[in-house]
């Protein structure tokens, strides 16, 4: 066959991966799917179905359920990825989300972590750290832009399906924990090293946020170095925005010490940390 099928699954928990009282039911149903569908757009694939699993506490009315999933359907409707099944229980306290997704891609534009090259330049599609930026906001108690950002996130779909059929991208995921976390998976897999300038990276918040806030759902991915320019230019000229930018690349590294920002490794007692649900 010359097709392959990829499968996800993500879970989200209540007071770990979100707050009831602090995102509407149909932003949340929204972003329940949306963070699937990135994952298959990181693969270079197509979602073509999905599968929607509750657990319910007590206090979530029908209306509440109802408006979950108009914004769950919303965006299935904009992608064409039908809801083909799933299952609902109850539970005693927190509300539970989970969501598998499936995807289609010719074998030839299936992206892994693992295939990234020495020389490869490294780019991601848009600005990070907003996602981070508005959950401080939102537990601050401040009304910021960010906010609707966090709880609205975008999957790059038909940009993970083009990108998947272009050659020259070797790695490609998306950045779900950070580019700290997300990057030292590529690097790790693909046994090779990288350096990223935190002046390069895109970003309208603290660069602490941008690295590690996590949960901006853009693309990271490795471009051969020769082709990377040109990329740029036909990325642009498809979805009329610029291609994110290029942050440095990749080297040969037989070490794994994760990624060099600004020549530094961030290890346990650096300020760049995940933003909890706290």
Request: hydrophobic share 40%.
């Amino acid at each position: 066959t010359t097709e392959s099928m990829v499968v996800t699954t993500d879970l989200l928990v209540e007071d770990i991966h979100f707050l009831r009282d602090r995102i509407t039911p149909e932003q949340l149903g929204r972003k329940s799917l949306a963070v699937n569908l990135s994952d298959v757009a990181a693969m270079g694939a197509a979602p073509v179905a999905s599968f929607l699993s509750l657990s319910l506490p007590p206090g979530v009315t029908g209306v509440w359920i109802d408006a979950f999933l108009a914004g769950y359907h919303a965006l299935s409707t904009q992608f064409g990825v039908p809801l083909l099944g799933g299952d609902t229980t109850s539970a005693r306290d927190r509300l539970t989300v989970s969501v598998t997704a499936i995807g289609r891609a010719e074998n030839t534009h299936l992206k892994r972590r693992g295939d990234a090259k020495p020389g490869d330049r490294i780019f991601v599609t848009g600005y990070l750290g907003d996602s981070a930026q508005g959950l401080q906001d939102m537990l601050s108690g401040r009304d910021t832009p960010f906010i609707a950002l966090h709880n609205k996130p975008e999957p790059f779909v038909n940009e993970g399906i083009w990108l998947g059929g272009r050659n020259e991208v070797h790695a490609m995921m998306d950045i779900s924990d950070g580019i700290a976390s997300d990057l030292l998976h590529i690097l790790q897999m693909s046994g090779v090293g990288a350096e990223v300038s935190l002046d390069m990276i895109p970003t309208n918040t603290p660069i602490e946020l941008a690295v590690a806030g996590g949960e901006d759902y853009k693309l990271l991915l490795t471009v051969d170095v020769g082709a990377a320019a040109r990329l740029a230019e036909d990325y642009k000229e498809k979805f009329g925005e610029k291609f994110g930018k290029e942050i440095k690349g990749i080297f040969q590294d037989e070490v794994n010490r994760g990624p060099l920002f600004n020549g530094f490794v961030l290890g346990d007692k650096d300020c760049l940390k995940k933003v909890p649900y706290t």
